[in-house]
C-alpha cells in the first residue's frame, strides 16, 4: 500500500507533515509513505531512516492564499498537483493533504477525476460527538449549492464511507433540517426526502442540528452551504466556551482549586472535540482516495489521517462507491 502526504500544505508544513509521515511509517512498515515536495527542505527533516519512507521531489507548492482554479492549472509542479496525479495513475493508494481546500477539490475534480455517475463529490468531515464516536457530515464545503440528486449520492457515499472504514453494520443516515417531521424544511429538503426514504439505505428522517453533538445519526446529509454555516458556529461555540471556562477557572486561587477535581474529565471532552483526533475528511466521489486534514494538523492528525487511509483502501472504498453508483 502507497500512501503519499502534501508535504508542502497546510500552517504547520513542512515540519509536522514530516514528523506525521515518521510516526506513521514506524507504526505501519507495511504502507510506504511519500512526502511529495521540495526535496531540499524535507531532506533535513527527516531525522530517521525508513525503508517505507521516501520523498517524490515537486518543485513548487499551492498556497493558503492563491485561487484555487488557478493555482490547479497553472502550478503543475506544485507538491498538491503531483500528490494528485500520484494517484490518478495508480502509482499511490491514496494522497492526504492539510493545504488549500479549494485547491483539492479542484484537484480531485482535475486531476484525480469523478468516479463514473457522481455528479459531484462531497467534502465529509467526522463531527465530534459526545459518545465519542463522531458524525460524518457531508457536504461540509465542497458544494455551496446542490440538487436532490446530490444529496442523495452524498447519502450513499456516506453510509458506504461508515460501513467500510469504521465498521458499522448499519449506520443511521440523517438529513439536516429546521425540524424532524418529515414535511419540514426548505425545497431542496422537501424535494430529497422521499429519494432518502427509498434509497438503499438506512435513512432515520430529518435531524436538527442540535441533534448532530448527540449522534442522533451517524451520517448527516447536507448541502455545502449549510453544512459548512453549522461547522463554524460549532467550531466558534466550542471555542469561546472553553476560553471561557479557562478564564473563569484562572479568576482567584480558589477557582483554581476547585477544578482539579475535574481535571480528567475536562480533558477527556477537550479530546473528543479536538479535529486532531479524527484525522482528516475524504472527498467522497473522486476516482481515488483524497484526504484533507485540518489545516492547522499536528503530526498526530497526520499519523490518523494515514490510518484513516489505510482503511479505506483495506476496505477498498472507492470501488465500493462505484460499483454501488454504477447500479443505480
Known amino acids: ?93 491514496a494522497m492526504i493533504s492539510a493545504g488549500n481546500t479549494g485547491a483539492l477539490v479542484v484537484t480531485g475534480l482535475l486531476v484525480v477525476g469523478r468516479i463514473s455517475g457522481i455528479d459531484r463529490p462531497a467534502l465529509a468531515p467526522m463531527m465530534p460527538t459526545a459518545d465519542g464516536v463522531g458524525t460524518l457530515a457531508l457536504d461540509l464545503g465542497a458544494n455551496p449549492d446542490a440538487s436532490a440528486q446530490n444529496l442523495l449520492q452524498f447519502a450513499i457515499m456516506g453510509s458506504l464511507y461508515r460501513s467500510k472504514v469504521d465498521g458499522m453494520a448499519k449506520p443511521r443516515i440523517g438529513l439536516l433540517n429546521v425540524g424532524t417531521e418529515a414535511g419540514k424544511g426548505n425545497e431542496l429538503t422537501k424535494a430529497v426526502y422521499p429519494l432518502l426514504e427509498s434509497a438503499p439505505i438506512h435513512f432515520v428522517g430529518s435531524v436538527e442540528a442540535r441533534g448532530v453533538l448527540t449522534r442522533d445519526c451517524d451520517v448527516l446529509v447536507c448541502d455545502g452551504f449549510t453544512g459548512n454555516v453549522m461547522l463554524k458556529a460549532m467550531e466558534g461555540a466550542a471555542g469561546v466556551i472553553f476560553s471561557e471556562l479557562k478564564r473563569e477557572f484562572k479568576r482567584s486561587w480558589l477557582t483554581k482549586l476547585s477544578v482539579l477535581p475535574l481535571m480528567s474529565g475536562l480533558k477527556a471532552l477537550n479530546r473528543k472535540m479536538d479535529y486532531n483526533s479524527h484525522g482528516a475528511a475524504p472527498l467522497l466521489g473522486v476516482n481515488g482516495l483524497v484526504l484533507k486534514s485540518h489545516g492547522s494538523s499536528k503530526a498526530e492528525t497526520i499519523k490518523n489521517a494515514v490510518r484513516q487511509a489505510r482503511s479505506a483502501v483495506q476496505n477498498k472504498l472507492v470501488e465500493a462507491i462505484a460499483s454501488e453508483i454504477s447500479e443505480k
Not at 514506524?26 to 527527516?46: F, M, N, S, Y
Not at 517524490?56 to 502550478?75: G, N, Q, T
Open 1 to 93: 500500500m502507497r500512501i503519499v502526504i502534501d508535504a508542502m500544505g497546510g500552517d504547520n508544513a513542512p515540519e509536522s507533515n514530516v514528523q506525521g509521515a515518521l510516526l506513521a511509517a514506524k507504526e505501519w512498515p507495511d504502507t510506504e509513505i511519500i512526502l511529495v515536495g521540495h526535496e531540499a527542505k524535507l531532506r533535513p527533516l527527516l531525522t530517521e531512516q525508513l525503508p517505507n519512507l521516501r520523498i517524490h521531489h515537486a518543485e513548487d507548492e499551492i498556497l493558503a492564499e492563491d485561487e484555487p482554479a488557478k493555482a490547479v492549472r497553472r502550478k503543475k509542479a506544485s507538491s498538491m498537483v503531483v500528490a494528485g496525479k500520484l494517484v490518478r495513475e495508480k502509482e499511490a493508494d
